[in-house]
């Protein structure tokens, strides 16, 4: 079992960047492929990026492509979206997940995070 713990949302103006971590607990987080989904208020949780387990191969939504990058430090437990260019529509709670394989649906993922909040104001 793997705890995940996502850090780093805030506010922030559009055009700007974040970087979102996501801590996980325990010594097999090198085993897991990680996600990072975002969900607003009456929709459904929606892919961002995934990123698989060596780190060697990434996924990106489309609308997110060339603006957020994913990537994975296995010898500090962390997975990381660098969020680049944002926008207003990028205004979500974002998730990180962990799961056997890198899928783009949120049912692929064994483990979620808590979520972090990020607002991109106009």
């Known amino acids: 079992q793997v705890q995940l713990v996502e850090s780093g949302g805030g506010l922030v103006q559009a055009g700007g960047s974040l970087r979102l971590s996501c801590a996980a607990s325990?010594?097999?987080?090198?085993?897991?492929?990680m996600g990072w989904f975002r969900q607003t208020p009456g929709k459904a949780r929606e892919f961002v990026a995934h990123i698989t387990r060596s780190g060697s191969r990434t996924g990106y939504a489309d609308s997110v492509k060339g603006r957020f990058t994913i990537s994975r430090d296995n010898a500090k437990n962390t997975v990381y979206l660098q969020m680049n260019s944002l926008k207003p529509e990028d205004t979500a709670v974002y998730y990180c997940?962990?799961?056997?394989?890198?899928?783009?649906?949120?049912?692929?993922?064994?483990?979620w995070g808590q979520g972090t909040q990020v607002t991109v104001s106009s």
């Open positions: 997940a962990a799961g056997t394989q890198a899928y783009s649906g949120p049912s692929g993922y064994d483990y």
């Open positions: 325990g010594r097999t987080f090198g085993s897991y492929a």
